[in-house]
């Protein structure tokens, strides 16, 4: 079974400053989907940024850029230039290619400090 | 285009009870999956329905059923209410199955339920 692993339950970045989220993985498959959710306190789940599997270029969605290791099954999040907007729960997930259940892992609430 | 909606927003139950919740697709979608988000955890997947059928399954037990309306919309029933079904649920539309669903799954607000 799939599982995701988040070991940060909080952390705190200065604003303007630049963040990394880690994240990692077990799975034995090869063809998969890695995402990056983001949950502000109005609980509305919104997609940050996806990598699939496949490609070994790593996804950049304006500030937000992931670094995915696909052997380290590794998959972290670096947001740049911190926003107060920023703050939030973040979720990192995984997905099989033929199978449509998330997984999630607990997360890792973000503070932005003004 | 309105994204996906899920009513009630907030609800209270009495343990042993039975409760339904529901849920409407994104525009153009035709597949709803459900989630329960326990207190400070990830999102956990319940199960997800596609053409009027439940394709997947989660570890959840048969107290959890749904059903799939044929305009897509979807409603989750939980029955004998226990206080550890309290949380936040999340229901997700996408389009397609499997390797077919290329595109990602657009979140609703939730439904808190809290069992007391």
């Known amino acids: 079974a799939q599982t995701v692993t988040q070991s940060q339950p909080e952390m705190s970045v200065q604003e303007a400053e630049t963040v990394t989220l880690s994240c990692t993985y077990d799975?034995?498959?090869?063809?998969?989907?890695l995402f990056w959710y983001k949950q502000p306190p109005s609980r509305q789940m919104i997609l940050v940024i996806r990598?699939?599997?496949?490609?070994?270029q790593n996804a950049t969605e304006n500030r937000f850029s992931v670094n995915f290791q696909k052997a380290a099954k590794s998959f972290s999040l670096k947001i740049s230039d911190s926003q107060l907007g920023d703050a939030a729960m973040y979720f990192c997930?995984?997905?099989?290619?033929?199978?449509?259940?998330?997984?999630f892992g607990k997360g890792t609430r973000l503070h932005i400090l003004p | 285009d309105a994204g996906v909606t899920q009513s009630p927003t907030h609800l209270i139950k009495t343990r042993g009870q039975q409760v339904t919740l529901r849920c409407s697709p994104k525009?153009?979608?035709?597949?709803v999956s459900w989630y329960q988000q326990a207190l400070g955890q990830g999102p956990q997947f319940i199960f997800q329905?596609?053409?009027?059928?439940?394709?997947q399954r989660g570890n959840f037990p048969d107290r959890f059923s749904g059903h799939q309306f044929p305009n897509y919309s979807s409603e989750l029933n939980v029955n004998a209410l226990l206080l550890g079904d309290s949380a936040l649920y999340l229901c997700?539309?996408?389009f397609g199955l499997g390797d077919t669903n290329h595109y990602e799954q657009y979140f609703g607000p939730g439904t808190r339920l809290t069992v007391t």
């Open positions: 799975t034995s498959e090869s063809d998969y989907y």
């Open positions: 997930a995984y997905r099989s290619r033929v199978d449509d259940k998330i997984i």
């Open positions: 990598q699939e599997a496949y490609k070994q």
């Open positions: 525009s153009g979608h035709d597949t």
């Open positions: 997700a539309s996408s």
């Open positions: 329905y596609y053409e009027e059928e439940e394709r």
